[in-house]
């Protein structure tokens, strides 16, 4: 046993421990180093087995790259400057503030639109957009580097095909997380309505339109005739800027001309036409309405009227064989006092009106007197309203009149002074804006002082109702009753109701289409006549600017009566422009 030890321990014994060295081995190993000193190789001569390859020799004893070559720095023009360290104050997106307080990180309101960051921009800042770095230049042995010149870059992305701007960033656009959405602005609502001229605190607004045209039957006759017309309409309206009481004025006219004369017999030979031999006639409507303010709640209120015109075309209140139609002058005046009490508003007016006619001028020369047919109306008002809700007023009215006529026996030998009573209920609207005006109902009760004469009485309706349907199409109700004299024997008054229907639309906020829908009842109390009537109308608007407008009318009336021979028609087509300031 111990010889066998002896034996063993003479043998010399080799061993290798298991180390790092294991993946790097030295000489003497099983695995040969590829990059060892003591290994042979093609460039013990320094000669390049395969020029133009790649270098076979290790990394270590590869030669330096050949120094880079200089080149122009890139051009900062039209470049926004950055910096690799945002700023630690209250311009930075991160760090601490002016004040020394942790900046905290913006955040987005609820119901904002998400803001989108474009490319090239910092998702934490505003849109800067960064110039991305020149790509890195690459070398090769024995190869010369060359150095391409590029156009700098954009700024920004560029902007879509239809937008003609220039990119602006997240904070100006007003899309930075956290910023409030901006507002735009309100477009105009009449883009192409006049602008006024200023007067010193007043807004006035001239216009005038100038149209011409053709009328089957300007006179409006059973027989009828038609001509040729022009109308001359000017306007102003008025209305003052003052911070306490208030003054408007709104006066309209129009003078219609016709180039034929009707007084060719119409009824046979010898005959006189029931139509004036010269059928032009004038028209114009004007008020005048003031407020003064006492105290916050009680005001003193004011209107002054006027209206010149002449009985309608084919009215039987026309004299037969007048040279021209007799002209008729109406003025008036309201003054009363307004107290609120809280909701509660009550108004107290009083009324003043003149009616005068012209004499009338007949074909022969001579004249006729028409004094009858003057009155004076004295009467007194009470309105009371309540402010129920906003947008809904509710109010009570009752008038109280009396009529005095310059003579007091009539040419058919009636006494007409006469007192009446007017009761009316409604409503004034405004809900959403999309229902605005006023509605009423009533009931009119006027006696005269000659027995013979039956009292007049009657349902009166008034609406004045705009809806806005959409933003381009509004609908408009209108109803009017109005109770007027007549020389008529026997004929108490004359009861008028109309109703009118109008759409418009705008096709273009310089293109307007309106059509209309109009009818309506004449009743002769105390007669045996009472008539229908009906209009359609369309309107095309077409607004060059706020200063010009071009206006086209197709008009087709027409009038039922309930005796023989008393229905007319008439088409009126009137091309014309409106001038205004």
């Known amino acids: 046993m111990l010889t066998g030890l002896i034996l063993i321990s003479a043998v010399p014994v080799r061993a290798q421990t298991v180390t790092p060295d294991m993946l790097r081995p030295v000489q003497g190993t099983t695995i040969a180093p590829t990059d060892s000193a003591l290994r042979k190789t093609p460039l013990v001569s320094g000669v390049l087995p395969n020029p133009g390859g790649p270098d076979p020799r290790p990394v270590s004893q590869r030669p330096p790259p ?20 945002p700023a630690a104050s209250g311009s930075g997106t991160t760090g601490f503030d002016s004040l020394n307080r942790k900046r905290a990180k913006a955040k987005a309101r609820p119901g904002a639109p998400k803001p989108k960051t474009l490319p090239g921009a910092s998702p934490k800042g505003p849109s800067i957009f960064v110039q991305p770095p020149p790509p890195a230049p690459t070398f090769s042995a024995n190869v010369p580097t060359v150095t391409s010149t590029a156009a700098p870059s954009q700024l920004s992305a560029p902007p879509a095909a239809s937008a003609n701007r220039a990119p602006v960033s997240q904070s100006f656009a007003g899309t930075y997380p956290g910023a409030p959405q901006r507002r735009r602005l309100k477009p105009d609502d009449d883009p192409f309505g006049a602008v006024g001229v200023t007067a010193g605190s007043f807004l006035m607004k001239p216009a005038v339109e100038i149209s011409g045209g053709y009328d089957s039957n300007p006179a409006r006759l059973a027989n009828p005739k038609g001509s040729a017309f022009y109308a001359i309409s000017p306007e102003v309206t008025a209305a003052s800027n003052w911070s306490r009481h208030a003054l408007s004025a709104d006066l309209r006219g129009t003078f219609t001309g016709y180039d034929i004369s009707s007084n060719t017999s119409v009824s046979g030979a010898g005959a006189v036409s029931p139509a004036p031999a010269n059928i032009d006639r004038p028209d114009f409507n004007g008020r005048i309405n003031g407020r003064y303010d006492i105290v916050r709640d009680t005001r003193v209120n004011g209107e002054g009227r006027a209206r010149v015109s002449t009985d309608n075309p084919g009215s039987p209140n026309i004299q037969v064989g007048l040279s021209k139609y007799p002209l008729f002058l109406t003025t008036g005046a309201t003054l009363g006092i307004e107290q609120d009490f809280n909701r509660f508003t009550v108004a107290v007016n009083g009324l003043v009106d003149r009616t005068q006619f012209q004499n009338s001028r007949l074909t022969d020369g001579s004249s006729a007197s028409n004094a009858d047919r003057n009155f004076d109306q004295y009467g007194g008002q009470l309105r009371l309203s309540y402010d129920l809700m906003p947008g809904v007023k509710p109010f009570a009215e009752g008038t109280i009149d009396k009529r005095v006529r310059d003579t007091r026996v009539d040419r058919s030998g009636f006494i007409r002074n006469s007192e009446g009573t007017t009761v009316r209920a409604g409503s004034t609207f405004e809900l959403s804006r999309l229902l605005i005006g006023e509605a009423s109902i009533g009931y009119v ?19 004045s109702l705009t809806w806005l349907v959409t933003p381009l199409t509004t609908v408009k109700l209108l109803a009017d009753s109005t ?10 008054g004359v009861l008028t109701r109309t109703y009118t229907f109008e759409v418009d639309h705008d096709f273009r906020r310089w293109l307007t289409g309106i059509g209309k829908f109009l009818t309506g009842t004449i009743d002769y109390q105390g007669g045996t006549r009472s008539d229908k009537f009906y209009s359609v109308s369309g309107n095309l608007i077409y607004k060059l600017n706020r200063e010009l407008w071009i206006k086209g009318e197709v008009r ?6 309930n005796l023989p021979g008393l229905s007319t028609k008439a088409t009126v087509v009137m091309v014309g422009v409106r001038l205004q300031r």
């Open 556 to 561: 087709h009336d027409w009038l039922d009566s």
């Open 66 to 85: 050949p120094p880079e070559p200089e080149r122009p720095a890139p051009s900062r023009i039209n470049r926004l400057q950055t910096f690799d360290v």
């Open 483 to 492: 109770v007027e004299e007549s020389p008529l024997f026997g004929v108490s």
């Open 445 to 463: 009760t006027r006696k005269y002082e000659d027995p013979r004469l039956n009292d007049l009485t009657g349902l009166l309706t008034r609406a």
